[in-house]
Nanobody
Framework: VQLQASGGGLVQAGGSLRLSCAAS????????MGWFRQAPGKEREFVAA????????YYADSVKGRFTISRDNAKNTVYLQMNSLKPEDTAVYYC??????????????????WGQGTLVTVSS
């Protein structure tokens, strides 16, 4: 599967952005999907994940209550709605697909496919 992330940009603190990740190449609904982010000089970290059917979600504590992950399997797309953005949310955001999923995972290495990343910059 190929993943294409989009929707990043520059936003002021307190603002909102919605990221999208479009998938192609294989049936999208077989994958659990996740969002990760990587700030300059830091490791790539888990942000959110959603099960293949969309019924289960999981969030990092740092974004819980502010970010919402969702998916539209008919459009082969997963979304990340980001509200109340903070400067510490500044990072390159990556979407990822977990093909052999028995449960939602926050472990980066368990995701099989990655998008190219989209930059989110939050100014103070």
């Amino acid at each position: 599967v190929q993943l294409q992330a989009s929707g990043g940009g520059l936003v002021q603190a307190g603002g909102s952005l919605r990221l999208s990740c479009a998938a192609s190449g294989r049936t999208f609904s077989v994958y659990d999907m996740g969002w990760f982010r990587q700030a300059p000089g830091k490791e790539r970290e888990f942000v959110a994940a959603i099960s293949r059917g969309g019924r289960s979600t999981y969030y990092a504590d740092s974004v819980k209550g502010r970010f919402t992950i969702s998916r539209d399997n008919a459009k082969n797309t997963v979304y990340l709605q980001m509200n109340s953005l903070k400067p510490e949310d500044t990072a390159v955001y990556y979407c990822a697909a977990d093909e052999v999923a028995t449960a939602l995972t926050i472990i980066r290495d368990e995701y099989d496919y990655w998008g190219q990343g989209t930059l989110v910059t939050v100014s103070s």
